[in-house]
T-cell receptor, first 112, second 114 residues
Framework: DAKTTQPTSMDCAEGRAANLPCNHSTISGNEYVYWYRQIHSQGPQYIIH???NNETNEMASLIITEDRKSSTLILPHATLRDTAVYYC?????????????FGSGTRLQVQP | GAGVSQTPSNKVTEKGKYVELRCDPI?????LYWYRQSLGQGPEFLIY????????DSGLPNDRFFAVRPEGSVSTLKIQRTERGDSAVYLC????????????FGEGSRLTVL
């Protein structure tokens, strides 16, 4: 699976959009981009995934660049409850190894 | 609720002891995953079950670690001769498709080895 690079930490003001970047310059054609988050003392929570088109669900939007070398997770109106570690993971859906590989993620602090 | 359930939530043991951690996945989920998370790190994959069989155990660190899922639902992670370095949060996840993408995680079992 391709390696990802994320900033170690970010701050965001409550009510503003949080834009979390992820670089995955070695991504290959069959690899999806997944985002998870982990609130303190809880297990990780799936947020969204995409291949090449932008995706949106009730939690967030995922914007993938045309060359697919980077992506951005957008939380449109961040709340204090969105304070968490956010993990960007790149993975092929048809891999023989059926488990996600987590990095260190971005620690997002939403400020009141 | 109907989420992934892990017990115990906290376990303190002494070096050299044997420990069992239990995971009850979401009903009907055929795929079950164990991860380990040390402080300040992301979760680290240990083992994956599809049904009753271990489809990928490449993440188990050594032969002190073993996991079973005899009836294809509940799984037990077993750690023999615990060491202080085994202290971590052990996370269990499940999903219905076994493609490893959209996982549902439990709250974890925090193991402390004194």
């Amino acid at each position: 699976d391709a390696k990802t690079t994320q900033p170690t930490s970010m701050d965001c003001a409550e009510g503003r959009a949080a834009n979390l970047p992820c670089n995955h310059s070695t991504i290959s054609g069959n690899e999806y981009v997944y985002w998870y988050r982990q609130i303190h003392s809880q297990g990780p929570q799936y947020i969204i995934h995409g291949l090449k088109n932008n995706e949106t669900n009730e939690m967030a939007s995922l914007i993938i660049t045309e060359d697919r070398k980077s992506s951005t997770l957008i939380l449109p109106h961040a709340t204090l409850r969105d304070t968490a570690v956010y993990y960007c993971i790149v993975r092929a859906r048809d891999t023989g190894r059926r488990a996600l590989t987590f990095g260190s993620g971005t620690r997002l602090q939403v400020q009141p | 609720g109907a989420g992934v359930s892990q017990t115990p939530s906290n376990k303190v043991t002494e070096k050299g002891k044997y420990v069992e951690l239990r995971c009850d996945p979401i009903s009907g989920h055929t795929a079950l995953y164990w991860y380990r998370q040390s402080l300040g790190q992301g979760p680290e994959f240990l083992i994956y079950f599809q049904g009753t069989g271990a489809a990928d155990d490449s993440g188990l660190p050594n032969d002190r670690f073993f996991a079973v899922r005899p009836e294809g639902s509940v799984s037990t992670l077993k750690i023999q001769r615990t060491e202080r370095g085994d202290s971590a949060v052990y996370l269990c996840a499940s999903n219905s498709r076994g493609d490893g993408g959209e996982l549902f995680f439990g709250e974890g079992s925090r193991l402390t080895v004194l």
